[in-house]
């Protein structure tokens, strides 16, 4: 699909460019167009949300405004939004939000206030083309954009494409303006665009250049485009280089950014996107405002960063802790007192709190429940699959709900009781021995996440079965998870999947090789980005190189493909 | 339908003794209970004989008692309305600009129709002593208590806006519940060293403010186990000693000062007009609920001002749109006032009042003095 994509930008387009190089830019910026040829295309990547976002943030800095849509990325069934990133397209409808964000920045940017920092030059008349100028401009920016210095064509024909804006609107900044906005609107700055070199180490077979492994690595740990120091390294060859490869990947996870970049593998391990469409109903759950909704993901962020970042935990432990943030909005849910006027504060559940643990958090809880009502099968369907990567198959089209779904009934009072008499029928009680034994330890959580001692008055059994494992409640269900060979290996298995877009095809032996490298270093998440941002596997290409995207620019001389 | 009213009213006799029996939930083990106020208004109590020759004129009825009736009947017929509406807005100003509302003082008006029932709202405030105040009258209140002291509610209680009907306070009991929801004026109770619900002869009460709004929910009902933060300015931190008899709260005499904001702008925008509850020889009378939650009345010394700030503030929008004759208002304040007088011109300063309050379980982070000092 990838290889269909094509953009014809016919419009007065004109690029304008940073002469700042990102934040984190550390050298002189590069005015070179590439002179070589592009390398082999093999994997196309469509940008995230946070990615663009950050991107533009970290180019052009944090006060350009990003308004708009973004077309969801669709995640493959039991993968990664970061696989999905990998055969994902741009509809016309989502181009168009992208085109309205790209104008809207470009505006910004060459705005009276803010062209100074990205132009060193002058045009020699402002109402008139300068082809030098526009390349001083335009050339850095798309550096950065593209994460590769650009073309010699791509030079000429955004310059072109500068000048023209410039004669039909009069104003040298509105064609530059423009001329960015097609850049923003490129393939090249929409997808992470992977090229491949041949493998030394592999006869005939393929691994990612220099430049490719500079996005792989900037976007899996700060989940951000390159920085200057990150580019230069590639263009000097250094990432294909093991050892300089681990130096600098190593001083990248030992940065603050480490932070973006776990938050964002996270988000897409734990689904957070479902975020954006949870509902609850008002009359059953009052107290589910929507501060309480904006706040719940953030808290179960809050706590995977300050475990296995800040505190430099170990991934097993974020399953038992009972450290966790908490903000006003939700003391009530919590039934805890918030020291803090504003913002988040650091909290601690008591010893004996059911509370501990990731598990134990309002989002995952609530995301995990119906909308008037817990669910158990949910729960349990969202352990498995999501922190043990086991998935579960879809119930059947006709299965008879009318047992789990009464939840006012005097006869069976308890989501356990409904569920057992849902479970006479054999089909159904396949599945719900997968699921159920771990989602109904944490029973005493309502449909929001909110603590009940009982349900319809009757008293909640929360025991619990995991890997021939008997327990109680939530945290019972979280010691188990942490003592299980099964939870290590599928965070190693998904941090691959995440770095690389890929699923692994050798049924397990690799995520097996991460989590014993992950073991030796006391599951700390710092080692597990090291690892597979350095393994020799990750950059290797075992599929089918793709064609090169086909771009459609009006140049002096006709149309560049 | 009668039957049903019938039916009603003996189920909720039967019920009442069966609430009152239920058992106070303990105390937490560090003694510390904390509650943000969901309801803070004036206490209303619409007795039947309260208002026997009719509810406080507007400004238009008292227009047109300055007419001759056959004045006031031709300004009545209705091709006369604009201009009857032309002289009685026009009745509202004054010299140089000044308005009844803004300036009542300053309009020789006789004071409107008053309280004339017996029964009110209240709490016992000068002990039957009265030594610095005006003389007074007291009322009773609703379960018998003698020696009332709520010459504000004679004063104000047969204003439309406070009285209301049919049981249901008037808007001014809307309007300032609607400001605690909005937090425009967040008021907070934290109660330390307390032993039991029941009886405690010695707790330790802060009364104050808090910058937090109120944490709602999705009907704008006040969350319970939600955390405010007392103000940081010691003003609007009243300490008091209270003193817990069976499972009411009461608290000795002292001055309470809690700042107020009258307005609002857009839903979450404060940008009222900032005045003041100044109340002395104040005291709370709170009853805990098996809930957990607190309800029953606080009661002080207001300014006369202070009682008619929300017409005061509205200024001439108060008279020509509410109808206020605030200049009658005034008039009315002034001489029921009964507290504070002035050794010079006799005057009381200040008027009786009783505030009907609830409140329910909250977390309270107090800001004691010493913490502010450090932090600035």
Known sequence: MIRALSLIVALGLTACSAEKAPHSASAEPSFAPLKEPLGQIVTMRRLTEAQYRNSIADIFGPDIRVAGRFEPIVRPVHELIATGAASSTISPAGLEQFDAMARAIAAQIFDADHRAQFMDCAPRDAAAPDPDCAARVLVPVGRYLFRRPMTQEEVAAYVMMAG?????????????????????????????????????????????????????????????????????????????????????????????RLEDGVRAFFADMLLFEKFD?????????????????????????????????????????LFTTRRTFINRALGPLYQAKVTSTQGWVPYEFALGDDRAGLLGQAGFL???????????????????????????????????????????????????????????????????????????????????????????????????????????????????????????ECVAGRAFQYATGRVPEDNGGLAGGIEQDFAKDGYRIASLFLRVATMPQAYRIAATPLAAPQIAMTTRTGVHP | ????????????????????????????????????????????????????????????????????????LRLLEKPNEAELTKRWTGYAFGPQGTNICTHPALFDRPPQRIVQGKVAQGLDLDEGADADGCGHEPFTSPTGQTGVDNQTWRAMGCVRTWRGVDGTGGDIVRGLTQFLVSGEHTQVLLLTGVDSLQDDPDVSVIYA???????????????????????????????????????????????????????????????????????????????????????????????????????????????????????????????LADGDRDPATGQCRRISSAMEAGAIPAFVNDTPPATKVAQQ
């Open chain 2, 1 to 72: 339908m009668i039957a049903y009213r019938i039916a009603a009213l003996c189920t909720a006799s039967f019920l009442a003794p069966i609430a009152q029996a239920q058992a106070l939930p303990a105390p937490p083990a560090n003694g510390e209970l904390g509650f943000v106020f969901t309801h803070f208004a004036p206490a209303i109590h619409q007795g039947a004989q309260d208002c026997p020759d009719g509810l406080a004129a507007t400004l238009r009825e008292n227009y047109l008692q300055t007419q001759a009736p056959a004045e006031r």
């Open chain 2, 209 to 335: 403010n808090s910058e937090d709004r109120a944490v709602v929910d999705s009907k704008q009902n006040f969350m319970r186990d939600a955390s405010y933060t007392v103000v940081a300015n010691a003003q609007h931190r009243n300490v008091l000693k209270g003193r817990i008899v069976d499972g009411v709260l009461m608290t000795d005499p002292a001055q309470i000062r809690l700042r107020q904001t009258w307005g609002q702008g857009s839903e979450r925008d404060i940008r009222g007009k900032r005045t003041e509850y100044d109340m002395t020889k104040a005291r709370l009378r709170l009853t805990f609920q098996p809930d957990g939650s607190l309800k029953g009345l606080v009661g002080g010394y207001q300014p006369i001002w202070d009682i008619m700030a929300s017409a005061s503030i509205g200024g001439e929008g108060a008279a020509t749109t509410a109808g206020y004759d605030c200049a009658a208002m005034y008039a009315a304040l002034k001489k």
């Open chain 1, 164 to 256: 023209k804006a410039t004669e039909s609107s009069g104003s040298f900044h509105k064609g530059l303006e423009l001329g960015l906005a097609a850049m923003l609107v490129s393939p090249h700055f929409l997808y992470v665009v992977e090229s491949a070199e041949p493998d030394p180490e592999s006869l005939g077979g393929l691994r990612l250049d220099n430049l490719a492994r500079a996005s792989r690595l900037s976007f899996l740990m700060w989940n951000t485009t390159p920085n200057e120091a990150l580019l230069k390294a590639a263009e000097q060859g250094q990432l294909t280089d093991p050892a300089q490869l681990a130096a600098i990947a190593g001083r990248m996870v030992r940065s603050p």
């Open chain 1, 366 to 488: 609530a995301l995990y429940a119906h909308s008037g009502r817990s669910s158990p099968t949910l729960r349990g369907r969202a352990v498995r699959e999501l922190l043990l990567c086991q998935p579960v198959p879809n119930p059947p089209g006709n299965v008879n709900f009318t047992a789990v779904q009464d939840v006012t009934s005097t006869a069976m009072p308890t989501a356990k009781m409904r569920l057992t008499a849902h479970n006479s029928d054999p089909v159904c009680a396949a599945c719900h021995r997968i699921t159920d034994p771990l989602g109904l330890p944490l029973e005493k959580f309502d449909g929001i996440g909110a603590f009940r001692p009982r349900e319809n008055g009757a008293p909640i059994d929360t025991a619990g079965l995991f890997e021939g494992v008997a327990f109680q409640g939530n945290v019972g269900l979280g010691k188990a998870l942490a003592a299980s060979k099964s939870t290590t």
């Open chain 1, 277 to 317: 469409e949870m509902a609850k109903d008002q009359i059953v759950y009052p107290r589910f405002n929507p501060d309480v909704a904006s706040a719940l993901s953030e808290q179960m962020l809050r706590m995977i960063v300050d475990q296995l970042v800040t505190q430099k935990g170990d991934y097993r432990d």
